[in-house]
């Protein structure tokens, strides 16, 4: 199956799939076939973790499909273990002999880590990267302002994207912002706000729900469209082929200012995950 999924323009003149499929904290045994069916079902774009165990498994979810290899954007990270310069350099290579792949199209540093002070170490490791062609594109996820900059302003290479933590209750508009001035797209991780210390469930928002009642779809596709109308890259989660299929069935609509309008009033900034100045 073949999706009209639009392809972001990056900073270093290649392009990204807008939508893509996430592995956080999908098992070895779910992967491959998620994997599989989200190619089946048009996706081009995973991301994937040396932290989340399950290279391998990608990786035979993309040698057992029939789409080419050339045609799926594939992403993984690095771990804050490996921020020293010929650590990050062995953890790639490790992570390519896991996914049985020559090249990834992305690799990130997975957090800045900035207590280990090996960020920009890291950085320029990822630049060698780049340049032996085992990474096409490099980047960086969970970095803040400050840390973009340093990265920026030591090596003069910005980071083709940044992936944060975005979702209706934590929208990060300053980020967004410090992102856009650097040229680097943003990519959003726990998109939908479900994680292990919400509260309160963007899914369940009445808000969401009554957009999704007003488009006919569902509160997860409406929150996915909103990523995509204001601009952000996104990677929603699930193993589950029904709802793997749901989620990339939202180009058939789009929000309208209203809507966009009550999305941006109910931010929260209600974070989920660790805060980046401190983590790692």
Request: aromatic share 8%; proline share 6%.
């Amino acid at each position: 199956m073949t999706l009209d999924i639009p392809q972001i323009a990056l900073n270093d003149g290649r392009t990204i799939p807008q939508l893509g499929l996430g592995v956080w904290k999908a098992s070895p045994q779910d992967t491959a076939g998620a994997v599989r069916e989200a190619l089946d079902a048009g996706y081009r774009h995973v991301d994937t973790a040396a932290l989340y165990k399950n290279e391998e498994a990608v990786g035979e979810g993309l040698r057992t499909s029939p789409v080419a290899r050339e045609d799926v954007f594939v992403t993984t990270k690095i771990w804050n273990d490996f921020h020293a310069h010929d650590k990050a350099i062995a953890a790639a290579e490790t992570s390519l002999r896991k996914l049985g792949l020559d090249y990834v199209d992305l690799l990130l540093i997975h957090w800045p880590a900035p207590a280990q002070g090996l960020f920009v170490e890291a950085w320029r490791a990822l630049i060698e990267l780049r340049g032996r062609g085992l990474a096409r594109s490099i980047g960086v996820s969970n970095f803040a302002a400050d840390h973009l900059e340093r990265i920026v302003g030591e090596t003069g290479v910005a980071p083709v994207l940044n992936q944060i933590e975005l979702h209706p209750y934590l929208q990060q508009p300053a980020m967004r912002g410090v992102n856009e001035r650097f040229g680097v797209r943003t990519e959003a991780w726990s998109p939908l706000g479900q994680a292990w210390r919400s509260q309160q469930k963007a899914l369940q928002d009445p808000e969401i729900g009554r957009m999704a009642a007003k488009y006919g779809k569902t509160p997860a596709q409406v929150i996915i469209r909103w990523h995509l109308d204001i601009g952000n890259i996104v990677i929603p989660k699930s193993v589950t082929p029904s709802r793997i299929r749901e989620n990339v069935d939202v180009f058939d609509f789009a929000l309208d200012a209203d809507d966009l309008a009550v999305f941006a009033s109910l931010n929260r900034d209600e974070r989920l995950g660790p805060d980046p100045a401190a983590f790692g």
